[in-house]
Structure formats: structure tokens, C-alpha cells
């Protein structure tokens, strides 16, 4: 059975999210990723494994080495998603930084 991976969840994770930044900039193996992480090896081979089937990485096979790198489309698409919240949330910033403004200047 091929289970299908939610983006959001795969995301949710701190270390999924720090494998991204990391690999964000520069393809990385497997080995020089879990080297940034107090966790064993298998754990962050998971994380990868994770975040490939939700295609937010991909890999590039370089002679014997797998290189991780980002996808930047499927990126793009979170990206796209969230921006509609983003906005909305500005946009209650900045009432309520209005009001607070309008109290102080009151006060």
C-alpha cells in the first residue's frame, strides 16, 4: 500500500524543517544532513524519506553518493497556499496596531 503524505504534516515537523533550510541552499547526502542533528542516522534517513514522498525533496544519484536537494516548485505551491492566510493576518495586524495607536493617542 503507497500511502499518501500530507505536506502540512511533513512540515510540521522541526526537524523536517530544519532539513529543508539546510538543503535549501545546497544539495546535501544523507550523511552530511544527519550530521547536523544529536539524532541517529536511520531517524533522519525517515525524515528524508518523508520528505521526498511529499516531493518537498528530491534526489540526485552522483556516482555512489544520493544528493538531497529542495524542490523549489512543490515549494512554491506551500508558498502559494499559505500567502491568502498570510495576508489576512497582516491585515488584522495592522487594524489592531491602528486601534492601539488611536488608545495611546488618547491617553
Not at 2 to 28: E, G, H, W, Y
Amino acid at each position: 500500500m503507497n500511502l499518501r503524505r500530507d505536506v502540512f504534516q511533513a512540515i510540521a515537523d522541526p526537524t523536517r524543517r530544519a532539513i529543508l533550510l539546510l538543503v535549501a541552499s545546497q544539495s546535501m547526502t544523507a550523511g552530511a544532513i544527519a550530521a547536523n542533528f544529536d539524532t541517529a542516522r536511520p531517524t533522519v534517513s525517515k525524515h528524508l524519506q518523508i520528505l521526498t514522498e511529499c516531493e518537498l525533496v528530491e534526489q540526485e544519484q552522483s556516482g555512489r553518493e544520493v544528493y538531497y536537494h529542495i524542490n523549489a516548485k512543490k515549494m512554491k505551491e506551500v508558498a502559494d497556499f499559505i500567502e491568502p492566510f498570510r495576508i489576512m493576518w497582516d491585515d488584522q495586524f495592522n487594524k489592531l496596531e491602528t486601534i492601539m495607536k488611536q488608545y495611546q493617542s488618547k491617553q
